[in-house]
Structure formats: C-alpha cells, structure tokens
C-alpha cells in the first residue's frame, strides 16, 4: 500500500484527492494546505484524512511514501526537494518547476535517493492523445509537416505567471510526445492588457528538420474556450477538438501532390480531398490513468512517461519563450 500525501487543495487538489482515492494500491492518508478556509470542507468530504497546514511536517512523517505538489509553481522546488530528500517519490502538479536549473537538481536528487518524479502532464493520458499518438507511430498521416495549436479561453487570469506558463505546458508537454522531436529554437511574442503578465501570446518552434514547423496560440482574452490541434502530414490532416463530446479526433485524406519539382514553371500541384474518419477514443478519465501509472512505476521502477526529463524539456521552453518575449520576439535556441 502507497501512502500519499496532498499538498494544495484550491482548485486541482480535490481532483488530485479524489483520484488517488480510487487507485488501487494507494491510500491518501494527508491533505495539507495553508488556507485554514478549506480545512472543514476537506474534514467533511474526508472525515478518515488528516488535515494539516504547514508542509513541513508532511515531510518528517514516516507514514507517507509518495507526495503530490499541487501548489503554485514558485513553490514547486523547495516542497519537492524537501520530499525527495526524506525519501519520498514525488507528483508534482504542471509547470515542473520555475527554471531549468532547479528542474536538473530534483532529477538528480531522485536518481541518488531512487525515488520517481513525476509531472501533472494529464493530456498524455487522454485517449485522444494516445490515439493520435499511436496513429503518428504507424505513419498513418506521413511524414508531419506542421502541428498548430490553439487554447484560448477568457480567464482565468493568474497573478503570479503569464499566459503562456499557464497554458502553454499542456500543449508543449503533448507535442514533444506525440512528434517525439527536440525543437531547436523558440520564438514568442506577446502582449499584457489586464495586468502586467502577458495575457496573450503566439509561439513558434522551430526543428532541426526544417520541413517541421510547430504554433501555439495561447489567450486569456478570448470570447470564446477553444481547444483545437491541427497536425498536418504528407498523407493525411488530423484536427483534435477537445471540446467535442462526440468526434474528437478527424482524420481528414486530404493533402497536396506535387508532380514535378524541376522548376517553378512546370510545377504541377494536385489537391487530394478523401473520405473524412473519426476513429473512436477512450473515454477514461485521463487523471485516473495517471495516477495508475504513477503507482505502477512506483511499484516497477521503471521511468513514468511524464518524469522529470520530460518536465525539464517544458520548463526548457518555457524560459525560452520568457526570453523571446523580453527580446520583442527574438528567436531563442534550445
């Protein structure tokens, strides 16, 4: 049995909570949080947890095997450094950490002490994404020509981390997965209206193979929640609407052939427009599967999916992105 402590419960600890609760093999036996507010609402939720507010004391517990960080990301270094040092595996809520330099200690305190990290990617474990990841694996699209990304929303406004820390580790986390690329550089640029974090922004990665180009459009300021992927391949184009309740995935048997490449003039293009597909996807919650993983690694040693290298790839472009953003749009090598 894994015993594990929360640490955070605003506005993704109960779901934190109440996912553990329902992985066999774990027993959620803390839940710490600093805002003695929400401390009645845990007791009658979760009359057999123990409620505590300084995370301190979480960390000298022997009684506790595993810790989920879900507290701001500022924060996210200190706590996990502290459960990693007492021996503690650690989950720890998106952004990994606030630099790259803090996200290369806790990978190496956790390989001293033998302990798992893992970072809240939870869309890895949709079944959208593990469907599109398997038809990326099996050249179903061909080669991939481009992957755009748009996740736009009005608020929710974060006091302590601009837009693009607050929505861009969703989708850098899903395509560094599904391209299975290292991008080479990073462009961005933003601008900030409500308060002095940017609060719209549009990015753009760059590959070594230069016939790959990635763009993410992320936005605090729209009137409308949209969450859209386009992956364009040689063969075939997929759109993933996350929103749609019933088609998520389409995969669409259009594309473009080119006939002769000898010159501008005798460049013949034709336009192949097919038949569109929806393939069916698993329904599971994506979080329940995380945390079942996390568990499994736990017991196996192998490495999570979503460890710390693949956190530390995200907070790597996140920075860039800072440091595009300061630069008026500057591009920025990985």
Same mark, same amino acid.
């Given at each position: 049995?894994?015993?594990?402590?929360? =640490?955070?419960?605003?506005?993704?600890?109960?779901?934190?909570?109440?996912?553990?609760?329902?992985?066999?093999?774990?027993?959620?036996?803390?839940?710490?949080?600093?805002?003695?507010?929400?401390?009645?609402?845990?007791?009658?939720?979760?009359?057999?947890?123990?409620?505590?507010?300084?995370?301190?004391?979480?960390?000298?517990?022997?009684?506790?095997?595993? @810790?989920?960080?879900?507290?701001?990301?500022?924060?996210?270094?200190? =706590?996990?450094?502290?459960?990693?040092?007492?021996?503690?595996?650690?989950?720890?809520?998106?952004?990994?950490?606030?630099?790259?330099?803090?996200?290369?200690?806790?990978?190496?305190?956790?390989?001293?002490?033998?302990?798992?990290?893992?970072?809240?990617?939870?869309?890895?474990?949709?079944?959208?994404?593990?469907?599109?990841?398997?038809? @990326?694996?099996?050249?179903?699209?061909?080669?991939?020509?481009?992957?755009?990304?748009?996740?736009?929303?009005?608020?929710?406004?974060?006091?302590?981390?601009?837009?693009?820390?607050?929505?861009?580790?969703?989708?850098?986390?899903?395509?560094?997965?599904?391209?299975?690329?290292?991008?080479?550089? @990073?462009?961005?640029?933003?601008?900030?209206?409500?308060?002095?974090?940017?609060?719209?922004?549009?990015?753009?990665?760059?590959?070594?193979?230069?016939?790959?180009?990635?763009?993410?459009?992320?936005?605090?300021?729209?009137?409308?929640?949209?969450?859209?992927?386009? =992956?364009?391949?040689?063969?075939?184009?997929?759109?993933?609407?996350?929103?749609?309740?019933?088609?998520?995935?389409? =995969?669409?048997?259009?594309?473009?052939?080119?006939?002769?490449?000898?010159?501008?003039?005798?460049?013949?293009?034709?336009?192949?427009?097919?038949?569109?597909?929806?393939?069916?996807?698993?329904?599971?919650?994506?979080?329940?599967?995380?945390?079942?993983?996390?568990?499994?690694?736990?017991?196996?040693?192998?490495?999570?999916?979503?460890?710390?290298?693949?956190?530390?790839?995200?907070?790597?472009?996140?920075?860039?992105?800072?440091?595009?953003?300061?630069?008026?749009?500057?591009?920025?090598?990985?």
């Amino acid at each position: 049995m894994i015993r594990v402590a929360v =640490i955070g419960y605003g506005y993704w600890g109960p779901n934190i909570v109440r996912n553990f609760r329902l992985t066999p093999g774990v027993r959620v036996t803390t839940i710490c949080d600093s805002d003695t507010s929400v401390h009645q609402r845990i007791r009658r939720d979760y009359p057999d947890i123990e409620v505590v507010n300084e995370w301190k004391d979480v960390m000298r517990s022997p009684s506790i095997d595993a @810790v989920a960080v879900v507290t701001p990301v500022t924060t996210h270094y200190d =706590i996990a450094r502290e459960a990693l040092s007492n021996g503690k595996h650690v989950f720890v809520e998106k952004p990994f950490t606030r630099t790259v330099s803090q996200a290369a200690k806790l990978i190496d305190l956790a390989a001293a002490n033998r302990l798992q990290i893992m970072v809240d990617h939870t869309f890895l474990f949709t079944g959208a994404v593990r469907k599109i990841k398997q038809l @990326v694996e099996q050249k179903v699209l061909g080669d991939i020509y481009y992957y755009d990304s748009t996740r736009v929303n009005l608020g929710m406004f974060q006091h302590d981390v601009n837009v693009v820390w607050d929505l861009a580790p969703h989708d850098f986390s899903i395509m560094l997965y599904l391209l299975g690329e290292t991008p080479e550089s @990073v462009t961005a640029s933003g601008s900030s209206h409500v308060n002095s974090h940017e609060d719209v922004a549009y990015i753009t990665v760059n590959f070594p193979h230069k016939t790959l180009l990635a763009h993410f459009n992320v936005n605090w300021l729209s009137p409308v929640k949209v969450r859209t992927t386009l =992956i364009g391949g040689k063969r075939k184009m997929l759109v993933w609407d996350d929103l749609s309740q019933d088609e998520k995935i389409k =995969i669409y048997d259009k594309g473009v052939n080119v006939k002769s490449r000898e010159g501008i003039y005798d460049l013949l293009v034709a336009y192949r427009s097919g038949d569109m597909h929806a393939p069916k996807v698993d329904r599971r919650e994506a979080l329940t599967l995380e945390c079942e993983h996390f568990v499994e690694c736990i017991a196996s040693g192998k490495s999570p999916l979503n460890d710390g290298e693949a956190g530390y790839e995200v907070v790597r472009m996140l920075q860039a992105c800072d440091k595009s953003l300061r630069e008026n749009g500057k591009p920025v090598r990985l």
